[in-house]
Structure formats: C-alpha cells, structure tokens
C-alpha cells in the first residue's frame, strides 16, 4: 500500500495551524496560518489524514486532471455510515452536479445548459434594477445612521438574481436564503455535530420545497429553466419520477451555487472597498478597473478556501505519495497568496494587471455560475461607486465559524 511520505512532526505542525483555523481570529484572517502552511512545501499531512495542497501550480494540475475524482456516492459509502460523509445532508449532496464525475457528470453538465448571452442578457436586467432598489434602501437607512451592507444588499442581491430566474415566489426568498446558510456545512471541511444536525433538516427542507416546485411545474410549465429542464429530462429519463428528481438536483445545485459563495463575493468585495479608500476614488474617476477589482477580489480573498478530490489510483503529487481513494484539500485561498505565482500577493491590488486565480475551480468542474457571479459583482460596485459618496466602515465585521467556506455576517458602514 502507498502510504504518505511526510514526517509526522508535519502533521503535529498542521494540527496546530488547523485549530488556530477554527478560531474567531483564524476565520477572520486565514492568510497568516496559510503562510506558515506553505512554508512546509506545497505539499503537507492533513491532520485527519490525506494531503494539503497550497501551491498554486499543483492546486491547478489537480483540478485540472480527470484522473483525480469528486468525492461521489460510490467513495462516500466507502467511508463508513458513521462519518460526516454519510450524513444525510452530505448523501443528498453526492447527486448534485458539483459532487459527481464522468460520465454522470458529463451527462448532467449536458442537460443543465450555460449561462449564455440571451440568458445573461435577461438576468442581468433583474440584477440592476435589484441593485438599484436595493442602494436606495441602503440609502434610507444610512441618512438616519448606519446600516448593515450585509443584510441590507450582499444578501439580497444573489436571491433576487436566482429566484427571478428559476422563477420562485418573492415570499420564499428569505427562508430559501435561511436554508441555504445552514445547509452549506455540509460541505464544509469539518463540520460538528450540531452543524451537520443543521445541515440535515436544511437539506430535507429544501427537498420538500423543490421537489412542490417541480410538481407545479410539471403541471403548469412556465417560462423559466425549471420547466426547460422537465422537457429535457423527460426525453432522458422514461421514469417520471427520477426524472423529476433529476430536476430537483439541478434547482438544488443552482440555489445552493448562485447564493452562499456569491453573497460572500459581494460582500468580501465591499470590505476591501472599505478598506482602501482611494479604491472608490480609482473606480469613480476610471470605471474600467471595475472586472480587474472582481478579479483582484477573487484572488485575495475567494470565497471558497478548499477545494477536495480524491485519487483515481495510487499516485504521487507535489513529490508526496498517496494511496487511491485518499483525499487531497486543495487549499485555494492559500495557493491565491503563492508567492511564485504572485509578486506581493498580500497586497490588494486591482491594478496588478495578472488575475491568476482558482476561485471558480478549474478542469471539467469549473463554475457553472462564474459569468452570473462576475455581473452580479461587477453591476454592485458600479452603481455603488457611481451612486453613493464614500462609505466607512463603523467596527471590523464578524466571520462565521467556517473554513473552506468564508461568509461575512455583517458589514456595518455609514457616510463617510
């Protein structure tokens, strides 16, 4: 059998790191941990076993090479009914698109269509007229004092943007956004107990909800890609049923996809506005830095910091030997700050003109939502910069317990 080459001493060392990880101010500011993680090579043990990936070149080769796998249903079951990885919520997670590997994946990929120009070009209606309405929300509250950019615009706008689209109820859209929040520690690196118990009753609830959606559907098409991907499934799948629940994951997959990670982008985004008050004068005089401050933002602080995948068969990677169906972490938010790939990487600047980034993942699973996340982003911080004066930042926001998966709880500003 392979086994991992690294010392143990490595793997005391990343212990360590990883609970200095779980801690408020680990979650608040990863990037030193990450430093001292890749100065052990970009290569190092996990502490639960398996590899931690933080070079970027090697974070790139993996993701882009079919030979290393999702962690899908068949690996899942493998790790025992015990594990966090047989949780109902993780089970569930398996069917959707992102967990899964050819050629199911090519297949489902296939029938779930792109965000092309005409769907762009629709949507992109919905998320400036959203984006107007909500600033002038913001702009109401802060005339009386402050105002939480988080709750107020970064997570508002992702749902209004994928609601209208999958066509769901405005009255749905704060308990789905809810759902959403509690549903994503599953995915997470290393959820507790309480996180996945959370998890798990998210998860049946959104179950219940698409699946009533699908029904509807099914009896009352409408104009909308719920209803296009009925029609489409129904030619793949003679079962009505599992063509129905194909349907569901697709909807569950777009959901969970176009709000968490997205509402961080925004808000991640906003907070390096904040920061860096000549920022707002730049793109003020000059809106053409505006993808290259997305860009900036995706790299130096993207909302997603791992990314995992397994081996195909036994292997080596970065040097380091690693048994079939062992588990590598690309640690992405780490590998953004390589500074071989990067001159000053932990400076944020939008004017760096090299944007080199695996925010969106890489290889067949690259984003499937990347076009609607950068005009989401980029329509923000236009009419922001455009519409309102300088805002300041009132006290430093607050992070929520995670590590793979960044979330702002709030972002407290008032006119500067």
Known sequence: MVVDARPSHDRRSTVSLF?????????ADPFPV????????????????????????????VLRDRTWLEPDNNWREKQ???????????????????????????RIRR????????????????????????LISLSEQLHHGEADFVSTVTEELPIAAIGEWLGLPTADHPRLRELTHDQVFTQELLPTASQLARSDAATAELRAYFMDLVRRRRLKPADDPVSLWIQTWDTLEPDRDKADQAVYFLALFFLLAALETTSTLLSTMTLRLLEHPLHWDLLAANPSFVPAFVEETLRYDP???????????????????IAQDAMVHLMVGAAHRDPTRHADPDRFDPQRGKFDHLAFSNGIHYCLGAPLARL?????????????????????????????????LNLDVALA
């Not at 309102?388 to 430093?396: G, I």
Request: hydrophobic share 35%.
């Open 19 to 27: 609970a200095r990880l779980r801690t408020a101010e680990g979650q």
């Open 34 to 61: 990450y430093s001292e993680l890749r100065s052990m090579g970009p290569v190092a043990p996990a502490p639960w076993g398996g590899l931690l990936v933080t070079g970027f070149d090697l974070c790139d080769q």
């Open 80 to 106: 025992g009914p015990r594990t966090r990885w047989n949780a109902p919520s993780s089970r569930e997670m398996s069917n959707t698109l992102p967990a899964l590997n050819p050629p199911d994946h090519t």
């Open 111 to 134: 029938a779930a269509g792109t965000f092309g120009r005409t769907a762009l070009k629709r949507i992109g209606r919905t998320i400036s007229r959203a984006t107007d309405q909500l």
């Open 303 to 321: 909302p997603t910091h791992v990314i995992s995948r397994v081996a195909a068969q036994d292997r080596e990677v970065g040097g380091v030997e």
């Open 376 to 408: 989401e982003a980029q329509t923000l911080l236009l009419h922001l910069v455009r519409r309102l004066p300088r805002l300041t930042l009132v006290r430093r926001p607050s992070w929520a317990p995670r590590v793979a998966f960044r979330r702002l």
